[in-house]
């Protein structure tokens, strides 16, 4: 059995080790997040990202997750796996059609 990245091997060291010492700005030099930043680089968010960020999500149930939480809990959740089927050929099949438009 091997452990470890082979990468890391090839590389002199793991990621990590490499990352901790590694800096991307001059020596007294702060990041600066505001100027210099093209275009291409900037972020927008849709309305729905911001709502979920804000936390006003209107899709969530904070009670059935409670109530989810403790079927589980109990051990009395039950898994229909015929809907769980039904909903990833759904989403398959909607991921195909997008990437066919």
């Known amino acids: 059995m091997k452990i470890g990245n ?3 091997k090839a590389l002199g060291g793991s990621a990590s080790q490499r990352a901790e010492g590694a800096s991307t ?3 007294g030099k702060t990041k600066s997040l505001d100027g210099g930043v ?8 849709s309305p729905m ?5 804000s ?10 997750v ?3 939480k403790q079927s589980i809990d109990n051990g009395t959740y039950q898994v229909d796996a015929e809907v769980i089927a039904d909903k990833l ?12 438009n």
């Open 49 to 53: 990202a911001s709502s979920l960020i």
């Open 66 to 68: 409670d109530k989810v």
């Open 38 to 45: 093209s275009q291409s680089a900037k972020v927008s968010l």
């Open 89 to 100: 050929i759904a989403n398959a099949q909607e991921l195909l059609k997008r990437s066919s």
């Open 25 to 27: 700005t001059a020596p």
């Open 6 to 8: 082979p990468i890391d």
């Open 55 to 64: 936390g006003m999500d209107p899709d969530f149930d904070a009670d059935k």
